[in-house]
């Protein structure tokens, strides 16, 4: 598709580009090619010469010679993201934590430091605390509830906060926009894990971040048969992470560029559909007096007011904080559910449970979880809420 083209979509609203845009005008069909290549021909050693001219002095603009930088079925991914998430940029990865080790390779060097939300994804947290280590870097994990613990640990040698909102687990929504001023005040990079909202909820480059990773794994593609991940920049970045994806080879292949860009039309009819269904559930499960919402849904907490400050609505994954002196009937709710698969990977169509107990949260910093409080994950999907709300009431039958 033509640079012309995606222009003139992107002037109509985001709802219709999204079904509209990728259109191949040259066979007129309403998907675009899958272009798998590895060698890129050209006409002659001066075409070669030319294409790596263009793509010098137009580094977004899809002049390929090779095909691990991608063909026109990744660039028009690439360009629908750009317009999502209004950033300068937009690279994808072969999978969303592929997105999240780009945007930190990119930019923490030997001997840097950087802070990160004690509830990141745990993947994320064992390559900071872990893994990163042995590379001479330096990890410091701030409360999201207290952002003084963040400024405190602020020094010289700061080069990045990373900060995944809400966190993984206990869904805590932070203010983004003191981190954000935080950040600008001691002229520290910035870099967000936005897959539970996705730029449909909320645009972290427009926030001020200058980077956003989504799993596209998860709500883009919605279809739980592919991965795949994106790492937004802004200019600043750019040319940073632009080298550290030719250096890594990290880059999307066009068959799964394909079937993200396929989820990617019906992103916001799912996304509204979830998020109905969630609230639904949320109003049911709130008058259970065993269960703590992690969701934002009631107006009185801190999590709400946040959540409210910065997103335009909610995704379909929540929390539930169980208290029970009894384990095993938590365990034995999780077990009972029928229409909720047990397993990891959110943001496809079907809904799923996940009791925290195999997760590793134990290395946690700060938890705010009491000795008989139990953590369930939830994702809500795109079934009948009133199935899904009689298969919880017969599950909790079983919690004491
Ligand atoms: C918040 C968050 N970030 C990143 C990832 C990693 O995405 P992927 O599974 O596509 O590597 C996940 C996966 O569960 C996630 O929940």
Redesign the pocket.
Known sequence: MSTRVIKFFMTRSFKTFLKHTAKDFHNQSVNPPVVRASTIIFKSMQHIRKTQKKAKKNPTGGHFDYGRQGTSTTYILQKILTKLEESYHVFTTP????S?FLAIFSVVRPGDEMIVADPV?S??RLLTQDYLKDFGIKTIFYDPRDLKTLEKNITKKTKLIFV?NPG?NTFDFQDLGKIISIAKKYKILTAM?N??GTPYYLKPIKLGFDMA?V????YYSGHSDV???SLAVNKKVFTKVKEAERITGLRLGPDDAYLITRGLRTLDVRLDRHRENAKKIAAFLSRNKKIKLLYPYKKDSLNFRMWKKYYSGASGLMGLKIESKNINSVRKFVNSLKLFGYG???GGFESLVLHQEFRETGNRRYMNLAKNEHLVRLHIGLEDPNDLIADIKQALRHLK
Do not use: Q
């Open positions: 999978t969303g934590f592929g999240v994804y993947p994320t995944e993984s894990d897959t539970w990773i799993s596209a794994t998860k991965m795949g991940g990891y990977s959110w």
